[in-house]
């Protein structure tokens, strides 16, 4: 396998369901991210993790938990969800370290629905 | 701080015409500047980018833009248009923040590719 894999495609979940959002890169980058793309809205980043450890989180409900067990994997745990929260979740990974010129390689979402 | 703004959410151009995609950045440092594209259900993949040196930038599928510091702008062109170019575009802005990277996109634009 090559670049990001984001597991499942699709989800649907009730708002009291718990859920789980996989993302695998095969890069070797040590820099990871989580965004929402929401319709009619800019790309919203929400958790980064850098060498494993979250370097910073912007302002995101506790409904949404990230996990990183190493810098090939990055989970984000869903529990309690509200209908406003469907949307396509990116993940993504790059080389970090402080070296800002090196793009980020998108996974291809996880388009979750809240019912 | 930095931010992205993209004109017009909606392009519309036909088959074998000019693309021009606008993009203008605010970047308190240098900046490192990127254009992705969207294909429906799919997540972003990088068209170019520019860090240093030519600030005419080549990249995928025939797409070039080019920094313009004065103007403080990053426009996407392609000269003839093709129908598989119909996707989401958009515009982001790297800056180094010690370690902290992070990529802040436009808000999009949906080209269409007219028959």
């Known amino acids: 396998e090559t670049g990001v894999t984001q597991t499942p495609r699709h989800l649907v979940m009730g708002m009291t369901n718990k859920k789980s959002l996989k993302c695998e890169q095969h890069?070797?980058?040590?820099?990871m991210y989580w965004y929402k793309q929401s319709a009619k809205k800019p790309l919203e980043l929400m958790f980064v993790y850098s060498l494993e450890e979250r370097v910073e989180n912007n302002s995101v409900p506790s409904r949404f938990s990230p996990e990183c067990p190493n810098s090939s994997h990055l989970f984000l745990h869903l529990h309690t969800l509200q209908p406003e929260d469907s949307a396509l979740y990116l993940c993504?990974?790059?080389?970090?370290?402080?070296?800002?010129?090196?793009?980020?390689?998108f996974g291809q979402g996880t388009r979750l629905t809240v019912v | 701080a930095q931010s992205v703004t993209q004109l017009g959410s909606h392009v519309s151009v036909s088959e074998g015409a000019l693309v021009l995609l606008r993009c203008n950045y605010s970047s308190s440092v240098p900046p490192y500047l990127f254009w992705y594209v969207q294909y429906p259900n799919q997540g972003l993949q990088l068209l170019l980018k520019?860090?240093?040196?030519?600030?005419l930038v080549k990249g995928i599928n025939g797409f070039e833009a080019e920094f313009k510091k004065s103007e403080t702008s990053f426009h996407l062109t392609k000269p003839s248009a093709h129908m598989s170019d119909a996707a989401e575009y958009f515009c982001?802005?790297?800056?180094?923040?010690?370690?902290?990277?992070?990529?802040?996109f436009g808000t999009g634009t949906r080209l269409t590719i007219i028959p």
């Open positions: 890069l070797g980058h040590n820099a």
């Open positions: 982001a802005v790297s800056a180094f923040n010690f370690g902290n990277e992070k990529l802040t």
């Open positions: 993504a990974s790059s080389q970090g370290g402080g070296r800002s010129n090196t793009e980020a390689f």
């Open positions: 520019y860090t240093t040196g030519a600030t």
